[in-house]
């Protein structure tokens, strides 16, 4: 799939005032920092598209953008972080309940990417996100990220480590990428993934 325009619909905190469900929507998620906006700027050939900042709860906002909107329209969301963030707690708290809301009641909503810092062991937090995916049976990916910043070896130990854990409770893993937007790596193949999916609600 190539991107050939990227823009800014609207933000709110409300799923109910989301762009009308028409169109195949696909949203990114992960901890606070774990690198979701320039994973997004690195797909679609932007710089600043969704906004980033070295301070953890940057996006505080249901962020949606529309993707080659003269050709066949898909909707990129970009969602609030979980977990740490630079905000106060009944700010992370109403995220955390329009997100929920968002997640489990949008309807055109094909698979969440999930991302998670390839550098770190698995994070509690992640874990528990996972589940609680799988409980609503709710469609999602790994993104491991960060990926240039260590070796393969480690990075392999890793994402075998995550594999593992959660295999002790699940038959079948979620599909798995690897990326980084510096060495812009994975981007083929998570846009490989949108494109086939949306041909399938297409069809």
């Known amino acids: 799939m ?14 109910k005032k989301c762009p ?11 901890r606070s920092n774990v690198g979701k906006s320039s994973l997004i700027n690195m797909l679609v050939n932007q710089s600043d598209l969704a906004k980033t900042s070295s301070k953890p709860g940057k996006t505080q906002l249901i962020n949606h953008f529309i993707i080659n909107e003269n050709i066949k329209p898909w909707y990129l ?11 106060s ?11 929920t809301d968002y997640l489990l009641k949008r309807t055109n909503l094909l698979c969440v990417f999930l991302l998670v ?3 770190l062991a698995p994070q509690k937090i992640d874990l ?19 990926t240039d910043k260590l070796s393969r070896t480690a990075l392999k130990k890793n994402i075998d480590t995550y594999k593992n854990i959660l295999l002790e409770s699940w038959e079948e893993l979620p599909p798995v990428f690897c ?4 060495q812009k790596t994975g981007k083929e193949d998570i846009l490989r993934f949108i494109e086939e999916n949306n041909q399938i609600m297409n069809e």
């Open 77 to 87: 969301v970009d969602l609030p972080g979980y977990g740490y963030a630079k905000s």
């Open 117 to 119: 810092d390839s550098r």
């Open 179 to 182: 990326s980084s937007a510096s």
């Open 2 to 15: 190539q991107i050939k325009s990227a823009h800014f619909v609207i933000s709110n905190t409300d799923y």
């Open 20 to 30: 009308t469900p028409d169109k195949p929507e696909y949203a990114f998620i992960g």
């Open 128 to 146: 528990e996100f996972m589940q609680w995916m799988a409980e609503n049976q709710l469609a999602f990916c790994l993104v491991f990220t960060k």
């Open 89 to 99: 707690k009944s700010n992370v708290k109403q995220w955390s309940k329009f997100s």
